[in-house]
Nanobody, 115 residues
Framework: QVQLVESGGGLVQPGGSLRLSCAAS????????MSWYRQRPGKERELVAV????????TYADSVKGRFTISRDNAENKVHLQMNSLKPEDTAMYYC????????WGQGTQVTVSS
């Protein structure tokens, strides 16, 4: 139903910011609940943020609340994750994930927070 491609990851210092983007294919993007997950090697995946189909409702993991903001631009078929005040523990592979009506995962983009 959809294909997702993340971008924007990289190396950043603690306290810095990154903006992740997810480009989605398909004409039905605006009907999808979207999310960001993250995962460190050997550890379980963590749901970071969720956004509803029109962008009016969002939820966040407690670990990122107040620092990260998920948003979407349905006209451009994009989801973003603005990441501020980054901490070393935010280091992970970040995935754009479609929740519904069909499940889909992007390829992931690496975020490394280190001095």
């Amino acid at each position: 139903q959809v294909q997702l491609v993340e971008s924007g990851g990289g190396l950043v210092q603690p306290g810095g910011s990154l903006r992740l983007s997810c480009a989605a294919s398909g004409a039905t993007f605006r009907t999808y609940v979207m999310s960001w997950y993250r995962q460190r090697p050997g550890k379980e995946r963590e749901l970071v943020a969720v956004i509803n189909i029109d962008g009016t409702g969002t939820t966040y993991a407690d670990s990122v609340k107040g620092r990260f903001t998920i948003s979407r631009d349905n006209a451009e078929n994009k989801v973003h994750l603005q990441m501020n005040s980054l901490k070393p523990e935010d280091t992970a592979m970040y995935y754009c994930v479609a929740i519904s009506p069909r499940r889909a995962w992007g390829q992931g983009t690496q975020v490394t927070v280190s001095s």
